[in-house]
C-alpha cells in the first residue's frame, strides 16, 4: 500500500511541476500592475545572457522548462532580445525582431506569451 500512495504522489508532482501555466495563471491577476513593471525593468539582453538566467533557474538540462526555453533561444540565436520582471517573481523574454516570447515563473512553469502580451511588448520596445 505504502509503495501505491508513493507511486500516487510522484505522479501527482510530477503532473504538477510539468504543466503548462496559461495566461490566468499568473500570480498577480492586474494587467496593469504587470505592465507597469515590466515597463521599469525591461532592458535590452542576449542570448548568452538568457542562456545564464536558464542555467541558473533550469540546472538540469532534461528538465522540460529548459528544453523549452532554450529551444525557444535557439530558434532566435541572432534575434535581438529584452529581459524584464513581472510581479510574482516572472520573467520575460521577449525577441521584438520576431514578435515573439516566453515567460517563466522559476520552480512554476513556463509558457509562449500570447497576442495580447506580445502587443503590450511590442508597444513597450517601441517607446525605448
Known sequence: MAEVNAACHAAMMFHSLTRIMSYDDW???????RLEMIRKTIQPTTTGELRKLCERYF???????AERFTAFLNEHSQDKFYLAEAPGGAWIAYCHDAGRGIWFIPGTGVGILQPKGLQALAGIVDKL
Do not use: H
Not at 27 to 33: A, G, L, S
Not at 59 to 64: K, L, N, S, Y
Open 59 to 65: 540546472p538540469v538540462v532534461t528538465d522540460p522548462w
Open 27 to 33: 500570480p498577480d491577476n492586474t494587467i496593469e500592475n
